[in-house]
């Protein structure tokens, strides 16, 4: 590994729960409840086990070289040029997906909490954010990260409890009225960022004990799945699935509409704190790996030179990739799910398919040779 450092299971597991939350709180709620209507908590509840079978599949991969990144496995399994084309798709959709999220904010941000300023500026100071945390290592930004989690379940707990009040059952009746395939068609969008979760595979092998490993990153997933079934269950509760499908962000809408004793009330503030520490982490991670992917690709010592020039650029692109909110909202809910599909379920079974044959094939010489 390029990057020595070691990080704890417990922090390996709150790093997957965060990076799992990431964006998705504040978009997945609208985008299930498109297809699913008052039904998107049933699609959010059936991604629970899709993202225990993703994550089984990340970590029997990971499992079989523990301490080697996926950039190292691919050329081992598919061979030096190969195993690089690969490892440099891996590394362009880490840095898509880090972008995208990056103009996420930028939007969020300028549309929502400071409309007069220019988004460049946004851009640029969240972005020296991410580079400083990047550069200080994995192992600082998962102590950071291990630091946020108890003021991010406190800022949640509080966004819930005071929210409920204004729960309507009759929201989310009748269940299952025009059947199960609208259920299955919000559920493929909400996989679209259970796939994303793939990205942790560059941090596995900083994980001291690969058996922790495993059962922090599958802990990490069922935790982010907790979170975002009860946030998107809360905004059809609370707003109606009509509703619901019409807001950019619900979640954020759940909070301005909370009023206790007419004096504790717009503390829309909480949600935004809370999509900012789960954005932190999962564009950090997303960074961290292209960094180091690149690194390993060019036979690089230190990845830590690149994280400059590579914030500009990223700046760059994600000004480019969404140049509107109606084209980013097309392409979230048309093009994200196959696209994630590709690195997220097919690469990584494709890895996991030719190396057991590879070992198997060279056990096999190796007894024919005896």
Not at 32 to 57: N, P, V
Not at 101 to 118: A, R, Y
């Amino acid at each position: 590994m390029i990057d020595n450092g070691h990080i704890s299971a417990r922090q390996f597991m709150i790093l997957a729960a965060l990076f799992g939350i990431g964006d998705a709180i504040l978009y997945v709620p609208s985008l299930t409840a498109i297809a699913a209507k008052q039904d998107a908590w049933i699609s959010a509840l059936i991604g629970w086990g899709e993202g225990f079978l993703l994550t089984y599949l990340y970590v029997s991969l990971s499992m079989r070289y523990p301490n080697k990144s996926i950039f190292q496995y691919s050329e081992d399994i598919l061979g030096k040029w190969l195993g690089k084309a690969v490892a440099v798709l891996f590394i362009s959709y880490f840095f898509i997906d880090a972008s995208l999220m990056l103009m996420e904010i930028g939007d969020f941000v300028t549309t929502q909490i400071m409309q007069e300023t220019p988004i460049e500026i946004i851009l640029v100071l969240f972005m020296v954010i991410i580079v400083m945390g990047v550069r200080s290592g994995a192992e600082a930004f998962s102590r950071v990260s291990e630091l946020l989690f108890p003021y991010f379940l406190l800022l949640f707990t509080i966004l819930i409890a005071f929210i409920s009040p204004q729960i309507k059952i009759e929201n989310v009746k009748p269940v299952l009225a025009h059947g199960i395939a609208p259920v299955f068609g919000g559920n493929f969008r909400y996989l679209g960022y259970l796939l994303e979760s793939v990205i942790l595979i560059v941090m596995f092998p900083l994980v001291k004990r690969p058996a922790r490993a495993a059962k922090a990153y599958i802990l990490g997933n069922l935790l982010a799945n907790f979170f975002l079934t009860i946030i998107t269950a809360v905004a059809i509760l609370v707003l109606g699935a009509d509703f619901t499908v019409l807001l950019a962000y619900p979640s954020y809408t759940l909070a301005q509409k909370i009023s206790i004793g007419n004096f504790f009330e717009r503390i829309e503030v909480l949600m935004a704190v809370i999509w900012f520490i789960t954005l932190f982490v999962k564009i950090t991670i997303c960074y961290y790996a292209t960094n180091l992917g690149i690194a390993y690709t060019l036979g690089l010592r230190d990845y830590r030179h690149l994280t400059l020039p590579l914030g500009m650029i990223m700046i760059v692109v994600a000004l480019a990739t969404m140049p509107n909110r109606p084209y980013f909202d097309s392409f979230v809910s048309d093009i994200w799910m196959p696209y994630s599909l590709t690195y997220g379920l097919f690469l990584p079974i494709l890895l996991l398919v030719v190396g057991d044959l590879k070992k198997r094939y060279e056990k096999r010489s190796e007894q024919g040779t005896m």
